[in-house]
Nanobody, 127 residues
Framework: QLHLVESGGGLVQPGGSLRLSCLIS????????VAWFRQVPGKEREGVSC????????FYTDSVKGRFTISRNDGNNTVDLQMDNLQPEDTGIYLC????????????????????WGQGTQVTVSS
C-alpha cells in the first residue's frame, strides 16, 4: 500500500513560482503514474499534470502548459511540480495521486477508486 505526502505550498504573488513535492512511500512494487490535481471550493477537482511510471511521458491541462513542469526522481521517490508565472486562478488545494493505470489517470483525468491520494497542500496566489 502506498502513502503520499505533499509539501511546498504557500502564498505567492501573481507571476511568482512555487515547487510542490509529492513524497511516495510504502509498497512500490511496480511503476505508478502520478498526477497532480487541484481542488477549489465549489468546483470539481481538476487534473493539472501527470507523469508516467517511467517518467518518459508527461501530461498537462491546457491552462498550465508552458508554466508548469512535472518531474519524478525515483531515487528519492518524489514527484515534483514546478509552477512558474502563477496566477490567481491557480489557487487551490493541490493533491497528488498515484495509480498503476496511466490512461485513466493521465489521459482521462479520472483516477480509479483504488488510486492512492495524498492530503493536499494549499497554494494561494494573491497580491
Amino acid at each position: 500500500q502506498l502513502h503520499l505526502v505533499e509539501s511546498g505550498g504557500g502564498l505567492v504573488q501573481p507571476g511568482g513560482s512555487l515547487r510542490l513535492s509529492c513524497l511516495i512511500s510504502g509498497s512500490i512494487d511496480s511503476p505508478y503514474a502520478v498526477a497532480w490535481f487541484r481542488q477549489v471550493p465549489g468546483k470539481e477537482r481538476e487534473g493539472v499534470s501527470c507523469i508516467s511510471g517511467t517518467g518518459i511521458q508527461t501530461f498537462y491541462t491546457d491552462s498550465v502548459k508552458g508554466r508548469f513542469t512535472i518531474s519524478r526522481n525515483d531515487g528519492n521517490n518524489t514527484v515534483d511540480l514546478q509552477m512558474d508565472n502563477l496566477q490567481p486562478e491557480d489557487t487551490g488545494i493541490y493533491l497528488c495521486v498515484a495509480d498503476k493505470l496511466q490512461y485513466s489517470l493521465c489521459v482521462k483525468w479520472d483516477p480509479r477508486p483504488g488510486a492512492t491520494w495524498g492530503q493536499g497542500t494549499q497554494v494561494t496566489v494573491s497580491s
